[in-house]
């Protein structure tokens, strides 16, 4: 599984928000990433107080050993 992982940060109150977007696209344009992660902002989506931080892709892999209830 792959999900890109958007990191906001309040530095007054020490917290931090991050918003998790499964399978982004492969090619992951950085100019753009910033003016979107910044759009969430503007729009009110990320409360007030908080900027873009950093920006992630994760991916893990799941590997099921035991399911007895399928």
């Known amino acids: 599984m792959k999900r890109l992982s958007l990191v906001y ?8 928000l ?3 977007i ?3 696209i492969d090619n992951i344009d950085s100019t753009e990433l910033e003016q979107d992660a910044q759009s969430l902002i503007d729009n009110g989506l990320v409360p007030a107080g908080y900027v ?3 920006a992630r892709v994760i991916e893990t892999n799941t590997n099921v050993v035991l399911d007895l209830i399928q």
């Open 52 to 54: 873009f931080d950093e």
């Open 22 to 24: 499964s399978e982004p």
């Open 18 to 20: 991050r918003i998790n």
């Open 9 to 16: 940060r309040n530095e007054t109150e020490g917290k931090s």
